[in-house]
């Protein structure tokens, strides 16, 4: 599975790029401080870029990339200069992961401009054509959001999905998040002693209370997969090659694998996350096992078939 350290290695080294590409020879100490490297970082990145290139990969097809005293200078990557062109879905897919972080309430004033030029380009209708729906933000998000930033232990009653089991536990909330729909806050459950991520729709009463935790120095990233337990739903899923990015993105297990397919074992809060995804992903996967998971596929193609013959009737 990739790790958040590779992903984040790799963004920093695919925006160090263009910026030295752009002055042509950049100043150490100046990149150190706007990507946030210390020396050694920077140099093991600029010796990654410098064994990349292009197919063919003889002297004129690689990258150069180097420290000469104080200069950084990145040389036969002209390909960096100028930004691809996203295709209708790359642009519909940005778009809608702009819309997302700015309906969390997280966005920056320059990401808002950005999702606002990019829509009048992909969908000058985007106002009325398209909708990012995070549900409610309800008063138990502000309610969690307000003790993981003051560190003040939540208690919740909470009624799981799969079992239909209501139980009381305190939990230590490191961070409130959304993704596919629903909101979520992760962190330290005292009940089960060990880090879990709850649906924060399924809480049922939620207080703050006047007591302090400690967070720990480094939280993981949010993210909707956590250890298995007993509450937990779990399907089979057969992935098909261009299904296969899921096994780097969530945390799942392996059952088998061969050349035409790879079997998983999906483990999930609740039906919600492997139904949307199985939907999302169409022929390229398929429900192995998983009753709950199949059920729940079905009630959301049926709400999406409503939706769709409702808007061929308007």
Same mark, same amino acid.
């Given at each position: 599975?990739?790790?958040?350290?590779?992903?984040?290695?790799?963004?920093?080294?695919?925006?160090?790029?263009?910026?030295?590409?752009?002055?042509?020879?950049?100043?150490?100490?100046?990149?150190?401080?706007?990507?946030?490297?210390?020396?050694?970082?920077?140099?093991?990145?600029?010796?990654?870029?410098?064994?990349?290139?292009?197919?063919?990969?003889?002297?004129?097809?690689?990258?150069?990339?180097?420290?000469?005293?104080?200069?950084?200078?990145?040389?036969?990557?002209?390909?960096?200069?100028?930004?691809?062109?996203?295709?209708?879905?790359?642009?519909?897919?940005?778009?809608?992961?702009?819309?997302?972080?700015?309906?969390?309430?997280?966005?920056?004033?320059?990401?808002?401009?950005?999702?606002?030029?990019?829509?009048? +380009?992909?969908?000058?209708?985007?106002?009325?054509?398209?909708?990012?729906?995070?549900?409610?933000?309800?008063?138990?998000?502000?309610?969690?959001?307000?003790?993981?930033?003051?560190?003040? +232990?939540?208690?919740?009653?909470?009624?799981?999905?799969?079992?239909?089991?209501?139980?009381?536990?305190?939990?230590?909330?490191?961070?409130?998040?959304?993704?596919?729909?629903?909101?979520?806050?992760?962190?330290?459950?005292?009940?089960?002693?060990?880090?879990?991520?709850?649906?924060?729709?399924?809480?049922?009463?939620?207080?703050?209370?006047?007591?302090?935790?400690?967070?720990?120095?480094?939280?993981?990233?949010?993210?909707?997969?956590?250890?298995?337990?007993?509450?937990?739903?779990?399907?089979?899923?057969?992935?098909?090659?261009?299904?296969?990015?899921?096994?780097?993105?969530?945390?799942?297990?392996?059952?088998?694998?061969?050349?035409?397919?790879?079997?998983?074992?999906?483990?999930?809060?609740?039906?919600?996350?492997?139904?949307?995804?199985?939907?999302?992903?169409?022929?390229?996967?398929?429900?192995?096992?998983?009753?709950?998971?199949?059920?729940?596929?079905?009630?959301?193609?049926?709400?999406?078939?409503?939706?769709?013959?409702?808007?061929?009737?308007?």
């Amino acid at each position: 599975m990739t790790s958040a350290r590779t992903v984040s290695r790799l963004s920093r080294i695919l925006a160090l790029i263009p910026y030295v590409l752009e002055r042509e020879v950049a100043d150490v100490d100046d990149l150190l401080q706007r990507f946030d490297y210390t020396r050694d970082q920077l140099t093991r990145d600029l010796n990654t870029v410098f064994v990349c290139g292009l197919p063919g990969y003889g002297p004129g097809d690689l990258m150069e990339a180097y420290i000469d005293e104080d200069d950084v200078i990145i040389d036969a990557a002209d390909y960096f200069t100028n930004a691809p062109r996203l295709s209708p879905t790359e642009a519909l897919g940005l778009l809608a992961a702009g819309m997302t972080v700015i309906g969390m309430g997280e966005a920056s004033p320059a990401l808002e401009s950005a999702v606002g030029k990019l829509a009048k +380009v992909a969908i000058p209708e985007a106002d009325s054509a398209l909708t990012v729906d995070l549900l409610d933000e309800s008063k138990n998000v502000s309610k969690l959001r307000r003790g993981a930033a003051d560190h003040k +232990v939540v208690h919740i009653t909470y009624r799981s999905v799969g079992k239909e089991v209501t139980t009381e536990r305190d939990i230590e909330p490191w961070a409130v998040f959304a993704t596919l729909g629903r909101w979520y806050v992760m962190g330290y459950c005292r009940l089960a002693d060990d880090e879990r991520t709850f649906r924060v729709d399924r809480i049922r009463e939620l207080t703050v209370l006047d007591e302090d935790f400690t967070p720990p120095k480094r939280i993981p990233e949010p993210m909707v997969g956590y250890t298995a337990s007993a509450e937990d739903v779990v399907c089979l899923i057969d992935l098909f090659p261009n299904a296969y990015w899921v096994l780097e993105y969530y945390p799942v297990d392996v059952v088998t694998e061969t050349k035409k397919k790879t079997r998983i074992r999906f483990s999930a809060p609740d039906p919600e996350l492997p139904a949307r995804l199985l939907l999302r992903l169409g022929n390229d996967a398929r429900l192995v096992r998983g009753e709950e998971v199949a059920e729940r596929v079905r009630q959301l193609g049926e709400s999406l078939l409503r939706s769709h013959q409702k808007g061929l009737a308007t």
